[in-house]
């Protein structure tokens, strides 16, 4: 592409970024947002208003979806915060992915559509590593997911010098995750790293020296809600 195709396409990027902040959802959804809203007013416009009424109902709703609220913690020291909204599906000893002989707690978080899907990060500290695994689309609640579906998982160092765990997990209807930070990048608590599309699951892997404050069934919210409070 051509230097000014590409100055294009950066400056259409930096626009939708400046609406999406300005309607408070994800720059990921903006484009599709606007671009269902826009054929729904066209067509109004033409006449058509039940198809055009059906098209707008249908933008607001996934303007719903990609909603980005901010987020700022009461608490960020010594815990390990939700990376998703949602409810706790699963909590169960596992080891880190890449780290074996060490066991962690492993809380997951089912994200239904109705939930902001937004992933936020759940300690403060630097991105250590970020490995995609390829895999299936199996329904996100069930414990088989984090293994054998599409996963995203984010290894951190905190600013305690402890490894914290973050993987974002596809599910049936999810074919999507976006991961917004790499290795090496600095992050604060509840900061935003990303993204999974409809109906999806986060798994936290909590140091053994914490203990877990949630139970199955909790529903938390990210950025937010405390999951982990070390072990004093």
């Known amino acids: 592409m051509s230097p000014s195709g590409n100055a294009g396409r950066?400056?259409?990027g930096a626009l939708m970024a400046r609406l999406a902040r300005l309607v408070r959802i994800a720059p990921e959804g903006a484009a599709?947002?606007?671009a269902i809203a826009a054929a729904g007013i066209l067509c109004l416009l033409l006449g058509l208003r039940p198809l055009g009424g059906a098209i707008l109902i249908a933008a607001l709703a996934i303007t719903a979806f990609f909603r980005d609220?901010?987020?700022f913690p009461e608490r960020s020291d010594g815990v390990v915060l939700s990376g998703a909204d949602g409810k706790v599906s699963d909590i169960a000893d596992a080891a880190l992915p890449g780290a074996p002989g060490v066991k962690y707690q492993r809380v997951s978080v089912f994200m239904s559509?109705?939930?902001v899907h937004v992933n936020r990060a759940p300690v403060g500290g630097a991105v250590e590593s970020i490995e995609y695994t390829p895999g299936k689309f199996r329904a996100a609640f069930r414990d088989q997911a984090s293994e054998h579906n599409e996963r995203t998982l984010i290894v951190f160092?905190?600013?305690d010098g402890r490894r914290y765990g973050m993987a974002q997990v596809a599910g049936?209807?999810?074919?999507?995750?976006v991961c917004r930070v790499r290795a090496n990048d600095r992050i604060q608590p509840a900061q935003r790293i990303?993204?999974?599309?409809?109906g999806s699951r986060v798994d936290h892997f909590i140091p053994p020296d914490y203990r877990v404050t949630v139970s199955i069934g909790s529903r938390v919210r990210g950025g937010l809600s405390i999951i982990g409070e070390r072990i004093e």
Not at 172 to 177: F, K, L, V
């Open 10 to 12: 950066r400056a259409a």
């Open 32 to 34: 599709i947002s606007f």
């Open 69 to 71: 609220p901010d987020r």
């Open 113 to 115: 559509p109705l939930n």
């Open 157 to 159: 160092t905190g600013a």
């Open 172 to 177: 049936y209807i999810a074919r999507r995750i």
């Open 194 to 198: 990303g993204l999974i599309m409809f």
